[in-house]
C-alpha cells in the first residue's frame, strides 16, 4: 500500500471518528436539554397552576375574585395535561368546581377540590422525580458512550502516532545512513524497505544507484591507477627535479631526479611533512623555507629565486617554479587550493655561461681601460703647444677623438661596475655622509656640460638635513648619472629643479628636469639593462640607470622615476639616515 493511502486512510478514519464523537456528543446533550426543558414546561407549571389553585380556595371567604382566579388556572391546567390520569382529575376538578361556583360555601366541594389539587400536584412531583432519575440514567450512558468512543479514538491516534512516523522516518534514516556511507566511498551499501510504496520505489533506484556507482568505482580506480602510473612515467622521463605536496605540506609526489638530487628515498618524503624534512636538507630547505623561516609558497607560477646546491664539491644551480594545484566544482565556480608542485630547473650551464661573460666583461673592460688611457693621454699631448701648435682642422679633430674616449672610458668604467653588480662584489663604504656635499661634487663635475646648454640648478635643501648612511662614492657616481641625462635631455636655457626632504629615518632626494620626458609605457623598462628609449639619442651602453639602480637598494635605498611625455622627468632617491649633526 502507498504510503500516501495509508495516511489518508489513517488520518480520515481518525477524522470520522472524531466527526462522529461531536455528533453524538450534541445530539446527547441537546436531549438532555430537551428533557429539562420538557420538565420545566410540563410538570412544573402545572404545580404552580394547582398552587394557585389552592390558594384561590382558601380565599373564597375573603376575596370575591377567587373563583374567577381559581377558574384561570383551571383553564391553563387543561391546556397542560401531560401525565397518565391528569386529564380525568382535572375533569373531575372542572365538574367540581362547577358545583361550588353553585354553592361557594360549600366546604365538602371545596375539600374535594383541594384532595383532587393535591393528587394532581402528586401525580406531577412523582412524574418529575422518574423524568429526572432517567435523565440521570441517560446521562451516565452517554458519558459511557462518549468516553467509550473517545477511548477508541485515543488509541487510534496512539497507534497512528507510535506507528506512522517511524514508518515514515525509519526507513528514510536507514536511506541517509547509506547515502552517508556512499560518500565516504562504501559503495556496497544496500536497502531494503519492503512492500509496495513510495519507499520500496526509493530504494530500488538508491540500489540502483549505488550499484551503478560501485561498478563506475572500479571502472574508476583501475583508469586513475593506469593514469597514476603513466603520469610517475612521464614524470620520471622529466630531467628537472620535481615534488609535490598538498596544503598540509604532506608530499605526495617525487621524481627520480629530485631523490638523485636531495639523497633521499622514495620512501622517506612520500607521506611525510616536508616542513619536518626541510630541517635536515639543505635543497628542501631553501625549496619551502626562507631565511626568515616562514612558507614561501608562490601564488603564481613566475620562476623563483635560484637555489645553490653544493653536491660532490661542485657547485649547481637551481630555479626554482611554483605551481598551484587548484580544483573548481561545477556546482562551486571558486577555485579551491588543493597543493603544489616545485619544479626546480638546473640552470647551472647558464650560470657558467654567465659567469663566463662576466669575466670576458670585467677582463676586456680592464685591458681596455689601459689603451684608451693612453690614448687619451696623447690627446691631451697633442692639445698641448709645447709639441706643436695645431690648425683649426687639427684640434677638432683631437678634441672630436677625446670626447670619444671619454664615452668609451665612461662606458669601460660602466661595464667594470656591472661585473661588480653581477658578480656580487660590489664594495660599499657605508658611512654618514653629507648628501648636500655629494650634491656639489655631482653639479661640479657636470657644471660644463650644463654651461654649455645655460642650464641652471635650483637647489632647496633643509637646514637641518641629517646625514645620510651610504657610500659616498657611489652615491655621487648614481647622481652624476642621473643629473648628466638630465642635462642631456632638457633643451637650453631651462633649468634643474633639485631638492630633498626627510621623512621618519628616511631622506628623499628629487632630481627633476623639464626636458622631453619619457612615454609611459617606458617608464617602468628605464632601469633595464642596456634599455634606451625610442625616439632618444642613443649615447653610452644603457647601464647608467640599471648600475644605478643596483648600487642604490644594495645600500638599503630606493629609486624612483616619474615622468610625462612634454613636461619632463623627476628621479627619487631615497636613503637611510641617523640624526647626525649636518
Request: glycine share 4%.
Amino acid at each position: 500500500m502507498k504510503i500516501k493511502t495509508k495516511l489518508n486512510l489513517g488520518i480520515g478514519f481518525l477524522f470520522i471518528l472524531i466527526i462522529l464523537l461531536a455528533f453524538l456528543s450534541i445530539k446527547i446533550i441537546d436531549s438532555l436539554s430537551t428533557a429539562s426543558e420538557n420538565i420545566l414546561k410540563d410538570n412544573k407549571e402545572t404545580i404552580a397552576y394547582t398552587k394557585n389553585m389552592l390558594k384561590a380556595l382558601s380565599e373564597i371567604d375573603k376575596n370575591k375574585d377567587a373563583l374567577e382566579t381559581f377558574e384561570k388556572f383551571l383553564i391553563k391546567q387543561k391546556l397542560n395535561i401531560t401525565e397518565i390520569r391528569e386529564n380525568e382529575l382535572t375533569h373531575n376538578l372542572s365538574e367540581d368546581f362547577n358545583l361550588l361556583k353553585k354553592n361557594p360555601s360549600d366546604e365538602a366541594i371545596i375539600g374535594k377540590l383541594q384532595s383532587t389539587l393535591f393528587e394532581i400536584m402528586s401525580i406531577n412531583l412523582n412524574a418529575i422525580e422518574l423524568k429526572n432519575i432517567i435523565a440521570d440514567n441517560v446521562a451516565k450512558k452517554s458519558i459511557l458512550l462518549i468516553s467509550a468512543l473517545s477511548l477508541f479514538c485515543f488509541m487510534i491516534a496512539l497507534i497512528l502516532f507510535l506507528k506512522l512516523p517511524g514508518n515514515i522516518s525509519n526507513p528514510i534514516q536507514q536511506l541517509i545512513t547509506s547515502i552517508k556511507q556512499i560518500a565516504a566511498n562504501d559503495y556496497s551499501q544496500r536497502v531494503n524497505f519492503g512492500g509496495h510504496n513510495e519507499l520500496e520505489e526509493l530504494a530500488v533506484s538508491f540500489n540502483t544507484m549505488a550499484s551503478r556507482l560501485e561498478e563506475y568505482n572500479k571502472i574508476s580506480v583501475a583508469k586513475l591507477l593506469t593514469e597514476k602510473k603513466i603520469s610517475e612515467t612521464l614524470i620520471n622521463k622529466i630531467h628537472y627535479p620535481i615534488i609535490g605536496f598538498d596544503t598540509a605540506m604532506k608530499v605526495n609526489l617525487v621524481n627520480d631526479e629530485f631523490l638523485k638530487v636531495t639523497g633521499l628515498s622514495n620512501a622517506e618524503l612520500i607521506g611525510a611533512n616536508i616542513l619536518e624534512i626541510a630541517t635536515g636538507n639543505d635543497l628542501i630547505s631553501q625549496v619551502i623555507i626562507d631565511r626568515f623561516s616562514e612558507m614561501t609558497i608562490s601564488h603564481n607560477n613566475v620562476p623563483d629565486k635560484r637555489i645553490h646546491v653544493d653536491r660532490l664539491g661542485k657547485d649547481i644551480y637551481f630555479e626554482k617554479e611554483i605551481q598551484e594545484i587548484v580544483l573548481t566544482n561545477q556546482n562551486d565556480k571558486r577555485d579551491h587550493l588543493m597543493g603544489y608542485v616545485v619544479i626546480l630547473k638546473n640552470v647551472t650551464k647558464y650560470m657558467e655561461l654567465d659567469l663566463a661573460k662576466t669575466n670576458f666583461i670585467a677582463t676586456i673592460s680592464h685591458e681596455l681601460k689601459t689603451p684608451v688611457s693612453a690614448i687619451k693621454f696623447s690627446l691631451q699631448l697633442l692639445e698641448n703647444k709645447k709639441t706643436g701648435t695645431l690648425n683649426t682642422e687639427q684640434y677638432e679633430l683631437v678634441k672630436s677623438c677625446d670626447e670619444d674616449a671619454n664615452n668609451l672610458l665612461k662606458i669601460i668604467s660602466e661595464l667594470l661596475n656591472l661585473t661588480q653588480v653581477e658578480t656580487g662584489n660590489i664594495q660599499l663604504n657605508i658611512l654618514p655622509t653629507n648628501l648636500l656635499d655629494i650634491l656639489h661634487y655631482a653639479i661640479n663635475t657636470n657644471k660644463t656640460a650644463a654651461g654649455q646648454k645655460n642650464i641652471a640648478f635650483e637647489i632647496d635643501f633643509p637646514i637641518d638635513l641629517p646625514k645620510v648612511i651610504a657610500d659616498k662614492e657611489k652615491t655621487a657616481w648614481v647622481i652624476i648619472n642621473i643629473i648628466s641625462n638630465a642635462i642631456r635631455y632638457s633643451s637650453e636655457n631651462s633649468k634643474i629643479e633639485i631638492s630633498a626632504s626627510k621623512l621618519a629615518n628616511k631622506v628623499t632626494l628629487l632630481i627633476k628636469d623639464f626636458g622631453r620626458g619619457i612615454e609611459s609605457q617606458y617608464i617602468s623598462r628605464v632601469f633595464e639593462r642596456y634599455f634606451t628609449v625610442p625616439g632618444t639619442k642613443k649615447e653610452g651602453s644603457g647601464l647608467g640607470l640599471a648600475i644605478s639602480k643596483e648600487f642604490i637598494e644594495a645600500q638599503g635605498g630606493e629609486i624612483f622615476v616619474e615622468s610625462k611625455l612634454g613636461v619632463g622627468s623627476m628621479f627619487s632617491i631615497v636613503l637611510n639616515c641617523k640624526d647626525y649633526p649636518s
